[in-house]
């Protein structure tokens, strides 16, 4: 490089570095990318490109950029730091991986890079892997209260809050201005259902990052478990600027209470296929004020969609979508409802298959009960609501009871392993369709909380939902009923981790059921 063209970086990285300051970051980006126009191999014009880029929350260009930094400058332990960052963000966490362990190979005692590492292992669900490589982050800045607050949160999704709660005391006091870790003392709290103290705290966090989505995100968690759901599926919403929550985007106005008499509405599904089930009970409002719904929905519900009350058309993910007037995501509906705890009335079923397309008379005179004890492994609170299936054999000695299991996945294959009498129900199973004609044929269905117990609750059949000790916001707090579902029967932990107990109140339950004659 000449000493003329050394001349006229510098003046480009000084005038695109008084836009930085400005944070006029949309400036600064097309300063460098300009500059990148004559000197396409400085590595720092790329870098500051992918910098600026970040900060507009442009991941995946930016992380184009600092790729291309990286490579330039091999080495470079800022480069890969911060394309770490973004890989995070765009959910390769493989790759980000690889960037921080770049970054240690050069800088062994780098911290942001050991605890990195850590959050990203967290965000794989590697919770083991996580924690050890957060204590060893904590051997080197032990008094870090960020390193302090992510080791906190990855005990918690561990479901170890006990242990958590005195962390994020720790970290609080070490940094009371670092918002993140207020909100995670937030979660902690909750876990323990001190939710007094949990709603102060997610306050404590905001008035420190009132922008922050996710603290907004664990603030409505609390609230709806707390059956605040006015305010609570308001601060729902800011999921949708999250990006592993977002829902689809699609064109058009968003339905926002205006009249839909003679409309066509597109209410399209988010999340997961037990969201789908419980929040379409809301689609006959729709309906109701004149409106052509039409449902758009998981593959998997497709032959179920047509028969939930209110729906008009039924679409599934990648086919054509008609035109309509309104849009809105499904997970948003209770919040454009108004929607308040007094407003869930246990109208189920509402989900109803013709006699035609239901399943043979049942002959049988045994207790039919279908049973689910696991969900999705990669479900983040898995580990809290997947029962063991060990502990639920004190129920396979009750007599005059045919068991079936409901289970799917890679936990179906526990009844063999423990040699449990239960009859495997779903080898013929394409769909929720299926499963729904399965228990159709059951007089009970047990399951942990799962999109399972969503379904049986939705057609009317009774089902007993097996609960950690701190649930998910939609079965609420000190109660046995829900008011989502008139047939359900909740079976709570009285401490964390204890499904012994709530295996016994089923079973108890469960003998008066089945005694013959």
């Known amino acids: 490089m000449t000493p003329k063209d050394a001349e006229r970086i510098d003046k480009v990285q000084r005038i695109a570095a008084s836009l930085e300051a400005l944070e006029d970051w949309e400036k600064a ?6 500059a990148l126009t004559n000197f396409p ?6 870098f500051r490109t992918g910098f600026c880029l970040a900060r507009l929350d442009d991941a995946e260009d ?69 924690i050890a490589a957060m204590q060893h982050t904590l051997r080197i800045a032990p008094e870090d209260p960020v390193v302090l607050s992510n080791y906190g949160a990855a005990l918690l999704q561990a479901g170890r809050s006990e242990e958590a709660l005195p962390i994020m005391q720790e970290a609080t006091s070490r940094n009371p201005h670092e918002a ?4 995670t003392y937030a979660v902690a709290l909750q876990e323990q259902l001190a939710i007094k103290n949990a709603i102060s705290t997610h306050q404590k966090a905001l008035t420190l990052a009132p922008a922050n ?34 829902p689809r985007e699609f064109e058009g106005t968003e339905w926002n209470r205006e009249n ?70 499904l997970l948003s509906l209770p919040k454009v409802l108004r929607t308040e705890l007094s407003d869930v009335r246990r109208s189920t079923p509402y989900l109803r298959i013709p006699p035609q397309a239901s ?53 179906s294959g526990d009844p063999v392993t423990f040699r449990a009498p239960i009859a495997n129900s779903l080898t013929d199973l394409s769909d929720f369709a299926d499963t729904f004609s399965k228990i159709q044929e059951l007089d ?41 579902y008139s047939t359900a029967r909740l079976f709570r932990q009285t401490a964390p981790k204890d499904w012994s107990t709530v295996v016994t109140n089923i079973k108890n339950a469960l003998i008066p059921l089945c005694q013959g004659p």
């Open 29 to 34: 980006a097309k300063t460098y990318q300009k």
């Open 41 to 46: 191999l400085e590595a720092e014009l790329w």
């Open 62 to 130: 930016a992380a184009h950029f600092l790729e291309k930094a990286s490579m330039l400058a091999p080495g470079t332990a800022k480069y890969d730091l911060e394309l770490g960052d973004v890989l995070i963000s765009l959910r390769n966490l493989s790759g980000a991986i690889e960037a921080y362990k770049r970054v240690q190979a050069i800088e062994p005692e780098n911290i942001s890079a050991n605890n990195n590492i850590g959050i990203a292992l967290k965000e794989a669900g590697l919770l083991d892997e996580a």
């Open 180 to 183: 993140n870790a207020w909100s």
């Open 213 to 246: 989505h996710s603290i907004h995100y664990n603030y409505a968690m609390t609230l709806l478990l707390n059956g605040d759901y006015l305010a609570g599926f308001s601060e729902f919403e800011h999921r949708r600027k999250m990006p592993d929550r977002k």
């Open 260 to 329: 839909l008499n003679g409309k066509t509405i597109l209410v399209h599904a988010e999340q997961g296929i037990g969201d789908t089930i419980q929040f379409a009970r809301f689609l006959p409002e729709l309906a109701q004020q004149g409106a052509h719904v039409i449902f758009s929905i998981h593959r998997s519900l497709l032959r179920l969609g047509s028969f939930f009350d209110g729906v008009s058309e039924v679409i599934g993910p990648e086919d054509r979508v008609p035109i309509y007037d309104f849009q809105l995501p």
């Open 359 to 411: 399943s043979v008379e049942n002959t049988n005179k045994a207790f039919k009960v279908g049973l689910v004890w696991a969900g999705n492994p990669q479900h983040v609170n898995d580990r809290n609501r997947s029962c063991p299936f060990e502990f639920l054999s004190p129920l396979f000695t009750i007599p005059r009871i045919e068991w079936r299991s409901l289970q799917v996945g890679q936990r």
């Open 444 to 484: 009970l269905v047990i399951s942990v909380d799962t999109s399972v117990a969503h379904l049986a609750g939705a057609m009317g059949a009774n089902v007993w939902v097996m609960l950690p000790y701190a649930p998910d916001w939609r079965w609420l707090l000190n109660r046995e009923d829900s008011p989502w």
